[in-house]
């Protein structure tokens, strides 16, 4: 019989771990929102237009914060598109993941991943549903191309909505810059230049405002660094992304023993990315500096018939439970995680037209949510180990 050893230190307080690790995210691609949230007309929809079932569902992971509208999707969103008469908003037959999956040769999933956007679901409806879950807003604002004083004019329009729990106070600057991928991609240095640019005008309408840029791994050279030397003392956060297994999109996953263990160890290899950014941040200013991580994608990412439906099963929700471990790890330095996404596509709750089921994910979530205590102790776990490809 294998045996393992868990010592835990009651007096080696590491941190306290904040509530905004249980972040969630939102985006416009796939039937994250359209279809999943969002679906007015259906029976199962309130008078809003939010399916009860699915809000049912969000309710219980008690979500403390929620990011919008992106993801790449916001490095092209205009927030003026998305508000006013709902039949007098502009509607685009296609937009930044129905390009992308057409330009990987994809054209059999770029409708259902990067849908028609009709703008039926804007600021008004996302706020309302901050206020309608108990959660505060996450903006992701257009960096690709937008502007800062639209940025600026979309956190004060959110800020006069008095039924916003805690105002419009979390807002990120651009997604995944460093990317090639991403429509505003540029370097480190240059980026930098921008987001002080951004948060000028942003902290011009309200001060309050706490800044996140998005940084990134290693493998991508001295972005961060460059970003962090160009800006670092105006931003609050570093955010960064990770999916296991590291280059998504390429297979689906087997039904075997080395996608089994690669699976369970999955935790390993997305903390490092996080590992990056503390280092990066520790070389530039040292481990007292202010500056916070949040690590605000991470999942398991597979392949891209993942983006169209999804269902964790019980070594995902190892690999889930493994990670909030590894985060809980990098208190206080890592303050906000966000799972990307919320529903369907990648997402811990799925919907099949008229039915809805918790993903193993999901219920890790949700277990992790209502046990985990405010303190990070110390331990030492001695076990057998493994090897795996991660």
């Known amino acids: 019989m294998r045996r393992a ?7 080696e307080v590491k941190g306290r771990i904040s509530p905004l690790i249980y972040g969630q995210f939102i985006e416009h691609m796939g039937r994250c929102i359209y279809g999943g949230i969002y679906e007015p007309g259906s029976a199962l929809a309130d008078e809003r237009g939010f399916r009860r079932d699915v809000l049912d569902a969000m309710r219980a992971l008690r979500i403390p914060i929620l990011r919008y509208p992106g993801g790449c999707f916001s490095d092209e969103y205009h927030w ?3 508000v006013g008469p ?3 908003r502009p509607r685009y037959g296609e937009q930044f993941w129905t390009r992308q999956l057409n330009a990987l040769n994809r054209e059999d999933l770029a409708g259902p991943i990067g849908p028609p956007e009709s703008n039926a679901f804007g600021t008004d409806e996302y706020l309302t549903l901050c206020a309608e879950l108990g959660c505060q807003p996450y903006l992701n604002v257009n960096h690709g191309t937008g502007t800062p004083e639209e940025a600026a004019e979309w956190v004060a329009y959110c800020n006069r909505r008095s039924e916003s729990p805690g105002e419009a106070k979390v807002v990120g600057v651009g997604n995944e810059v460093f990317g090639f991928w991403e429509t505003g991609h540029c370097t480190g240095t240059e980026y930098g230049r921008h987001f002080l640019q951004f948060a000028e005008r942003i902290r011009e309408v309200d001060q309050g405002v ?3 840029a998005t940084g990134a791994p290693s493998a991508y050279g001295s972005f961060t660094s460059d970003l962090l030397r ?3 003392p105006t931003m609050d956060y570093v955010s960064v992304h990770a999916f296991h297994p590291p280059v998504p999109g390429m297979r689906p996953l087997r039904d075997d023993e080395a996608d089994y263990w690669s699976v369970v160890a999955g935790p390993y290899a997305l903390i490092r990315s996080v590992d990056d950014v503390i280092a990066d941040i520790d070389r530039e200013f040292g481990p007292d500096s202010p500056v916070r991580v949040s690590f605000d994608e991470w999942n398991l990412w597979c392949a891209w018939e993942d983006c169209v439906a999804t269902n964790y ?3 995902a929700g190892l690999m889930f439970a493994g990670t909030f471990h590894r985060i809980h790890e990098r208190v206080p330095r890592l303050e906000i995680a966000m799972i990307a996404q ?3 596509m990648l997402g811990l709750i799925q919907t099949d037209g008229d039915r809805l089921f918790e993903t193993a994910g999901c219920l890790v ?3 992790y949510v209502e046990e985990t205590l405010p303190l990070a102790l110390g331990c030492e776990v001695d076990c057998e180990t493994f090897d795996a490809p991660v």
């Open 5 to 11: 050893k868990l010592r835990i230190w009651g007096d």
């Open 80 to 82: 003026r598109d998305g």
């Open 86 to 88: 709902r039949d007098q």
């Open 210 to 212: 706490k800044l996140l």
């Open 230 to 232: 160009t800006a670092g």
């Open 313 to 315: 099963d019980l070594r």
């Open 342 to 344: 919320l529903v369907n």
């Open 365 to 367: 979530n949700r277990l």
